[in-house]
């Protein structure tokens, strides 16, 4: 029985039973999975991009929170993860996803959006607003990867990912976590199944290989609004990564270490993010 699986399906009717759209769009060829969620507030749309195995399900908390300041709320399930359909993008993954991401911005969204992304994702939007700043109005980024790391601190990361015991499961689950939730932790072992796709194992081959990264000219040149939070329990990513965003975004960038914030927050803290997302987004303007 794929215990996850029929968990993120269950989540999917309860998000449908409560207004939220779900869909599979076409996009560049691929079948991508959204949810959209129409707003209460006058805030452009806030665009929602998940990690690497992760998934636009882990976003479910703050969906209702943001709907009340924003105009819509969108996430997208990354090619391969969550509801979408398996897809690497040829010989260069990592640009195939963002190509794919990029598109159903342009496609789907449509307008500048508050963009805000965890993990791999937060690499992903970042990389989206410098090379298409007209559709970022502003940028929120989570424990965001892409930092320049050495070659142990790379290998080190993504070994992580690479569960073969219920040991390494519970593992991985505790680094995600300030506190981890006792039933994933029961049930962690079922992480493998997220990691194990073609696609993650792609992912993560690609990044052993290249050590993919921002370039610090990259950063400094982002030039909307930029909000990053870092866990204060921060326990996957090195800390090497907050100390090079912190060296590389621009002067007018915030950065923030949230106590009680791990890896994931939307899945452990969502109320808490929120209130820093609509914090931020009322001090920039939005």
Not at 128 to 149: F, H
């Amino acid at each position: 029985m794929d215990l996850l699986g029929g968990m993120q399906k269950a989540m999917r009717r309860v998000l449908v039973a409560r207004g939220v759209q779900s869909k599979v769009v076409p996009v560049a060829g691929q079948s991508v999975h959204m949810y959209e969620l129409k707003g209460q507030g006058k805030g452009p749309p806030v665009v929602l991009v998940h990690g690497l195995g992760g998934s636009a399900n882990g976003f479910a908390g703050v969906f209702f929170g943001l709907r009340r300041r924003f105009s819509r709320v969108l996430a997208v399930d990354l090619p391969g993860h969550g509801f979408s359909s398996e897809y690497c993008g040829g010989e260069v993954c990592v640009r195939g996803q963002f190509d794919v991401l990029r598109a159903w911005h342009e496609q789907v969204v449509g307008e500048p959006a508050f963009v805000v992304g965890n993990s791999l994702g937060g690499a992903m939007v970042v990389n989206l607003a410098a090379e298409a700043p007209s559709l970022v109005k502003a940028l929120g980024l989570v424990a965001p990867a892409g930092a320049v790391l050495t070659q142990e601190a790379t290998d080190a990361l993504l070994s992580s990912f690479a569960i073969q015991t219920p040991a390494q499961a519970r593992a991985l689950t505790r680094r995600l976590f300030h506190k981890p939730p006792l039933a994933l932790m029961l049930f962690a072992t079922e992480l493998k199944k997220f990691y194990a796709t073609t696609t993650v194992q792609a992912l993560a081959a690609e990044a052993r290989v290249s050590r993919a990264s921002l370039a610090p000219e990259l950063l400094r040149g982002l030039s909307m609004p930029v909000l990053m939070l870092w866990g204060g329990s921060e326990r996957l990513l090195p800390s090497e990564t907050l100390d090079y965003y912190r060296t590389h975004l621009p002067a007018h960038a915030q950065v923030r270490v949230v106590k009680g914030f791990g890896h994931v927050p939307q899945v452990e803290r969502p109320d808490e993010l929120v209130s820093h997302l609509v914090g931020f987004a009322d001090t920039a303007g939005l």
